[in-house]
């Protein structure tokens, strides 16, 4: 059973930075991809970006393409998430999540099964 923590979030202004992390435990077997989401309210979650746990390939939405980056620190167990240069409409609840995919398929929600709380980003 995979459990997900983030942890991270909080309230910054325009331009500046926040580093998610999501520190995972328990068997991943069955998942080779850890994506991070957003999710405005009443809206559905929306990809931006993933890294495959093997190997290291990213993928990212184009609406934070060159602001964020995800990375991984396998020995720790945790994905972070860079955010530089936030926006306004950066403010959302980030979750992140594990599944199994490959290609630009990664961001999409269908793929993952296992997720985390969330935790609120704020940009003001």
Known sequence: HVQLVESGGGSVQAGGSLTLSC???GSIDGTN???WFRQYPGKERE???AIVTLGGTTYYDDSVTGRFTISQDNAK???YLQ???LRTDDTA???CAA???YGVGTLLRR???YWGQGTQVTVS
């Open 23 to 25: 520190e995972h435990s």
């Open 33 to 35: 991809c850890i994506g």
């Open 47 to 49: 990809g931006v970006a």
């Open 77 to 79: 167990k945790t994905t």
């Open 83 to 85: 955010m530089d240069h």
């Open 93 to 95: 609840i980030y979750y």
């Open 99 to 101: 599944g199994w995919s």
């Open 111 to 113: 793929h993952y099964d």
